[in-house]
């Protein structure tokens, strides 16, 4: 059977719902308001899509900035605390020339925190002959700050993650070893497929 989706009627129904939980609850929740046919517990897809420049500064001032980000991962219907999603940096560039940035895998908290999650992040600086890796969890954990600000029905990142650690390979990209006090900033637009609102509180 043809699903017809009306937008207007989907924020009707949802808006409602989404002030119940801010009455409720105690503390940040993700929320996801899904329309999926006869399947309503199918996950939906996230796409989160840069807007702007994205930058990572390291401890050490060498500044990544990349003209695009693109994200993804999957949310079920209700309330989350936490988001997994996997992406990838493109166009970026550093040191005055290009630079290559490895896919991403970050966890986005209700709490608004960003954890670098799955394998390192490694920017390769070819014409400068070095790298810089940020690494995973450890003290890249529940980093601060990601302010989140709901959209109609979508969701808004503000990133100004601060305390990020990276570690270079030396050169112009840094002295060798741990540097700390580094930090992303950039926003990115969340929004769920199959017709879904996100909301946020």
């Known amino acids: 059977m043809r699903r017809i989706v009306n937008a207007g009627v989907?924020?009707?129904?949802?808006?409602?719902l989404m002030a119940a939980y801010a009455g409720t609850a105690s503390a940040h929740e993700l929320h996801a308001f899904l329309w999926t046919g006869p399947l309503p517990f199918l996950p939906a897809l996230l796409l989160g899509i840069g807007e702007g420049l994205q930058t990572f500064t390291t401890g050490a001032s060498v500044k990544i900035e990349c003209e695009s980000l693109?994200?993804?991962?999957?949310?079920?219907?209700g309330s989350t605390k936490v988001l997994p999603l996997k992406g990838q940096y493109t166009n970026c560039t550093a040191l005055g020339g290009p630079a290559i940035?490895?896919?991403?895998?970050?966890?986005?908290?209700?709490?608004?925190?960003?954890?670098?999650?799955?394998?390192?992040?490694v920017i390769t600086v070819p014409g400068a002959g070095c790298s810089i890796k940020i690494k995973n969890g450890g003290l890249?954990?529940?980093?601060?700050?990601?302010s989140i600000f709901?959209?109609?029905?979508?969701?808004?990142?503000?990133?100004?993650?601060?305390?990020?650690?990276?570690?270079?390979?030396?050169?112009?990209?840094?002295?060798?070893?741990i540097q700390e006090g580094g930090f992303f900033t950039?926003?990115?637009?969340?929004k769920a497929d199959s017709a879904g609102i996100l909301g946020w509180h």
């Open 10 to 16: 989907a924020l009707a129904v949802a808006l409602p």
């Open 70 to 77: 693109k994200l993804h991962g999957f949310i079920l219907p």
């Open 101 to 121: 940035v490895s896919p991403v895998e970050f966890e986005l908290g209700a709490e608004e925190w960003l954890t670098i999650s799955g394998k390192p992040i």
């Open 140 to 146: 890249n954990k529940t980093l601060k700050r990601v």
């Open 150 to 177: 709901p959209k109609a029905t979508d969701l808004l990142l503000s990133l100004l993650v601060g305390n990020v650690d990276s570690e270079s390979s030396g050169g112009e990209c840094g002295a060798v070893g």
């Open 186 to 190: 950039g926003f990115v637009l969340l």
